[in-house]
């Protein structure tokens, strides 16, 4: 992957060219969209971060409305310079992080049906969207997303290694809780887009543990259930200035397993 310029990504013949078909969304789609969207945001004022409910404004997220990826595209254009691929659904880790090393997130475009709206098997537009996409209006979190993914990248080969790093993407961007003005907020887009676990992560019932770069790395996280420990991280610029230790304990842990 060193040896790769930047944006090679863009010419691998695995990277469909795909769009957003806004004009293939049924009626059932907006009336989907709708009720997940209803029915989460009224969570959001007193538990989500101040960066993620400026976020949906910047990107004029509404719930009549499917959110429009040509006009998220242009308004992220104007606030932090990412854009928004879109995927059949999930793409080999190479071309994820990838994608993100050259400021593009990853979504689908489709969403669930009326009789799926609790349970998917894999994450949908209104998670990719509305979860994910306010965050990357939020310039030291994006910054920390670009360079976690290259650092990724300089280690795609080692399955250990991606798995380590996996575990600092899922208790941040997944499921990462910050303090602000005292009180705990959420920003993990995991958390945010499931109203059970907003309420849940910010219950006294899971465990908060102060923003731990070796204890992430250490520890394993669950699928298929709410999380039973979360990482509280004081401010996103925190998480931006951590990638050096991430960097060095990732290759310790590596140095360490190759024994």
Same mark, same amino acid.
């Given at each position: 992957?060193?040896?790769?310029?930047?944006?090679?990504?863009?010419?691998?013949?695995?990277?469909?060219?795909?769009?957003?078909?806004?004009?293939?969304?049924?009626?059932?789609?907006? &009336?989907?969209?709708?009720?997940?969207?209803?029915?989460?945001?009224?969570?959001?004022? &007193?538990?989500a971060s101040i960066a993620y409910l400026e @976020?949906? &404004?910047?990107?004029?997220?509404?719930?009549?409305?499917?959110?429009?990826?040509?006009?998220?595209?242009?308004?992220?254009?104007?606030? /932090?310079?990412?854009?928004?691929?879109?995927?059949?659904?999930?793409?080999?880790?190479?071309?994820?992080?990838?994608?993100?090393?050259?400021?593009?997130?990853?979504?689908?475009?489709?969403?669930?049906?009326?009789?799926?709206?609790?349970?998917?098997?894999?994450?949908?537009?209104?998670?990719?969207?509305?979860?994910?996409?306010?965050?990357?209006?939020n310039q030291p979190y994006v910054d920390f997303?670009?360079?976690?993914?290259?650092?990724?990248? &300089?280690?795609?080969?080692?399955?250990?290694?991606?798995?380590?790093?996996?575990?600092?993407?899922?208790?941040?961007?997944?499921?990462g809780l910050i303090r602000e003005n005292g009180?705990?907020?959420?920003?993990?887009? @995991?958390?945010?887009?499931?109203?059970?676990? /907003?309420?849940?992560?910010?219950?006294? %019932?899971?465990?908060?543990?102060?923003?731990?770069?070796?204890?992430?790395?250490?520890?394993?996280?669950?699928?298929?259930?709410?999380?039973?420990?979360?990482?509280?991280? %004081?401010?996103?610029?925190?998480?931006?200035?951590?990638?050096?230790?991430? %960097?060095?304990?990732?290759?310790?842990?590596?140095?360490?397993?190759?024994?």
């Amino acid at each position: 992957m060193t040896n790769k310029p930047k944006d090679w990504v863009f010419t691998d013949p695995r990277l469909q060219e795909m769009k957003q078909d806004y004009a293939a969304y049924t009626e059932e789609d907006f &009336k989907v969209w709708k009720i997940l969207f209803e029915r989460q945001i009224v969570n959001l004022p &007193k538990a989500a971060s101040i960066a993620y409910l400026e @976020g949906i &404004k910047e990107v004029n997220f509404t719930a009549d409305k499917i959110a429009d990826f040509e006009d998220v595209n242009r308004r992220l254009a104007e606030s /932090t310079g990412w854009a928004i691929q879109v995927v059949p659904g999930l793409i080999d880790d190479d071309l994820f992080f990838g994608l993100m090393n050259n400021k593009h997130f990853c979504s689908s475009t489709w969403l669930r049906k009326m009789e799926q709206l609790d349970y998917l098997e894999e994450p949908d537009m209104f998670h990719d969207a509305f979860a994910h996409m306010p965050m990357l209006t939020n310039q030291p979190y994006v910054d920390f997303l670009e360079n976690l993914s290259g650092l990724a990248l &300089k280690h795609i080969e080692n399955k250990w290694a991606i798995e380590v790093l996996s575990r600092i993407y899922w208790f941040t961007i997944e499921f990462g809780l910050i303090r602000e003005n005292g009180e705990l907020r959420i920003y993990g887009a @995991g958390i945010l887009s499931s109203a059970g676990e /907003t309420k849940y992560s910010l219950s006294d %019932e899971p465990a908060h543990y102060e923003y731990d770069v070796r204890r992430i790395m250490n520890t394993p996280y669950w699928k298929d259930k709410f999380q039973d420990k979360y990482f509280i991280i %004081e401010s996103y610029e925190q998480l931006y200035q951590s990638l050096p230790e991430i %960097e060095s304990v990732l290759e310790e842990m590596v140095a360490e397993e190759a024994k």
